[in-house]
């Protein structure tokens, strides 16, 4: 296995930092207060982007940065999996960088899907907008009746009636439901329940301004509303679509969440990689400038052994995470499956107690809005849930490794 960035990636990774250094870092702050002045509340519909990330978009399309993670020549930058990786780490050090470079989830799950899944029309009328960065889109598959760790547990349903499909059931924790350009759903629904287990659910699209849905209210995480991108709970009462809004098939729907799945953890655990990044940069920084008892605080209660635990700690999850990026692109995502279980464990873990390390060095500051570290500790235990739990992932790799036994 091969990990050394190719010169395709070395050239995009280059300019990836040069726009991040010129034109997002130094509105950091700037950004993060807007969120918090003009979102912090639980009308949606008053949530707003802070307008320098619009106009970032452009720029950044116009200097060929956007769609980095889709592997397209034509519609992306035929970036592999493994290509894709670091620049995505470049991205996770600021929460709103991903939207810039129009490479942020569930969109980038949803467009693949589409490019890989969908009918021409579906690819037309959707992702041709997503792929332009005019709209955004959500994905609604956990629900709050039942234990979603289970994805077979969703009852929300799916029926065939004519030309036209209907859609009745709650789904919550539906990640983008609250952005302001959000028009398309990607819906997971028990759709034929004579079926073997894991070929009784589908996908289908689903505008947001569909009648009989309605958004029920917007979910804190950590008391934190994510906004203006924020996590959501949605209601379809008897939604009528037209049946040509079905992904690929009926039944279809986890085969086509083995595919989107792979390829998107990289992306979350590369972008959690650069979190933990930043939050050790800021970590020693702080522990540098500020001194107690006479000494810099760096060089107080262990601080320096911590450090290097972070260091190490962030090392081996970006080895792991790159390695089942190189397994998926050259041996495919069913034989890459332990490894992105493990980095699903494994890297959120990591980011967890590297931010709170940091959160610690920085004292009370670290828990306010004056660092972006409050968020990053939310954002670090979301995603020991929102990719499904330790435990699940955990008992795929024992079982995987315990077949070698059998």
């Known amino acids: 296995m091969d990990f050394s960035h190719s010169p395709k990636t070395l050239d995009y990774l280059a300019r990836v930092k040069a726009f991040i250094a010129q034109h997002i870092a130094p509105i950091e702050d700037e950004v993060y207060q807007f969120l918090h002045e003009h979102n912090a509340h639980g009308d949606w519909t008053k949530w707003q982007l802070h307008p320098k990330v619009e106009a970032l978009k452009v720029k950044a399309r116009e200097a060929g940065l956007a769609n980095l993670f889709l592997p397209d020549d034509h519609l ?85 009636t004519g030309d036209d499909i209907v859609i009745n059931g709650t789904k919550w924790w539906s990640t983008g439901l609250g952005h302001p350009n959000a028009k398309v759903i990607i819906f997971m629904g028990l759709s034929n329940p004579e079926n073997d287990r894991h070929a009784q659910h589908s996908m289908v699209l689903v505008p947001v301004d569909s009648e009989g849905l309605t958004i029920k209210r917007m979910l804190t995480a950590y ?106 692109d050259n041996l495919g995502v069913k034989h890459a499956m332990v490894d992105i279980s493990a980095i699903k464990v494994v890297v959120p873990n990591m980011l967890e107690k590297v931010v709170d390390m940091s959160l610690q060095m920085h004292g009370g500051g670290g828990m306010s809005n004056d660092f ?35």
């Open 223 to 328: 008391g934190d509303y994510d906004a203006p991108y924020g996590h959501g709970e949605m209601v379809f009462d008897n939604v009528r679509v037209p049946r040509e809004n079905l992904i690929m098939g009926e039944g279809k729907g986890f085969a086509i969440a083995q595919g989107r799945l792979g390829p998107g953890r990289i992306h979350h655990c590369m972008r959690a990689i650069g979190m933990a990044e930043h939050a050790l940069e800021l970590a020693i920084k702080r522990g540098l400038s500020r001194h107690a008892f006479g000494k810099p605080i760096i060089e107080l209660g262990g601080n320096k052994e911590r450090i290097a635990e972070a260091r190490m700690a962030i090392e081996q999850s970006r080895l792991l995470t790159l390695q089942a990026a190189w397994k998926i």
């Open 372 to 406: 972006p570290l409050a968020r990053f500790a939310a954002g670090a235990r979301t995603l020991r849930l929102a990719d499904g739990p330790d435990e699940v992932h955990m008992a795929m790799v024992s079982r995987l490794e315990l077949r070698k036994y059998k």
């Open 76 to 160: 992306g930058q035929g970036l592999t999996t493994l290509e894709y990786a670091p620049l995505a780490e470049e991205m996770g050090r600021y929460a709103f960088a991903p939207e810039i470079f129009n490479c942020n989830a569930p969109d980038t799950g949803n467009m693949e899907v589409l490019y890989h899944f969908g009918t021409q029309a579906q690819k037309d009328q959707w992702l041709t907008p997503l792929l332009a960065g005019e709209i955004r889109s959500v994905f609604g598959m956990t629900e709050p009746q039942v234990a979603s760790s289970d994805a077979t547990n969703m009852e929300a349903k799916i029926e065939f």
